[in-house]
């Protein structure tokens, strides 16, 4: 059974730093590419970035661009989303996502964590 | 950036009655990679259907989609009570990837 079980959530002031972590099982990590998407309170889903786990090739939206890195840790299994420079626009619950098919950069999210609030306010 | 417009942003509908979901994209894309979520108060979305007509996992077969160019559509042939939730269409064929912005159905 896939798992994604996330952590990192937090209250952090603007301008302030997160690191959220979603550790994966159930599946062969490195064959598939991961996602975060990311949900503000009472509103849509929102992609926030993808990494491709066969070169290792991130892609960003233009919010966060500059500002977010995503990263893994094929050896552990471990999705991470580093937030730096956080504006209060990027309150939100955050979820990481898992492709429907292996070796796609691009696919149907068909596994999500449970997701993790992020409140940026001083 | 493809932009995903959906609509209704509110459909009341009863149990046993057919729901059809609108998303019209700001460019063309392929069906094929244009997909359809679930998402019920307080739970994580669920793929609902993906490709051309795939139904993911553990859908049933009353969930349907349809469209092409810009236009896209899901119907649910007969609301059941676990139907009423938010749907969202998403295109993953031009980057970066987009979301919709939802369509509530809810009892009427």
């Known amino acids: 059974e896939v798992q994604l079980l996330q952590s990192g959530g937090d209250l952090v002031q603007p301008g302030g730093s997160l690191r959220l972590s979603c550790a994966a099982s159930g599946f062969t990590f490195n064959n598939f590419a991961m996602n975060w998407v990311r949900q503000a309170p009472g509103k849509g889903l929102e992609w926030v970035s993808g990494i491709i786990p066969s070169d290792g090739n991130t892609y960003y939206a233009d919010s966060v661009k500059g500002r977010f890195t995503i990263s893994r840790d094929n050896s552990k299994n471990i999705l991470y989303l580093q937030m730096n420079g956080l504006r209060a626009e990027d309150t939100a619950v955050y979820y990481c996502a898992k492709v429907l098919i292996p070796s796609r950069p691009r696919a149907p999210f068909d596994s999500w964590g449970q997701g993790t609030l992020v409140t940026v306010s001083s | ?108």
């Open chain 2, 1 to 108: 950036e493809i932009v995903l417009t959906q609509s209704p942003g509110i459909l009341s509908l009863s149990p046993g009655e057919r729901a059809t979901l609108s998303c019209r994209a700001s460019q063309t894309i392929s069906i094929n990679y244009l997909v359809w979520y679930q998402q019920k108060p307080g739970q994580v979305p669920r793929l609902l259907i993906y490709g051309a007509s795939s139904r993911a996992t553990g859908i049933p077969d009353r969930f349907s989609a349809s469209g092409s160019g810009t236009d896209f559509s899901l119907t649910i042939s007969r609301l059941e009570p676990e139907d009423f939730a938010v749907y969202y269409c998403q295109q993953y064929g031009s980057s970066p990837q987009t979301f919709g912005g939802g369509t509530k159905v809810e009892i009427k």
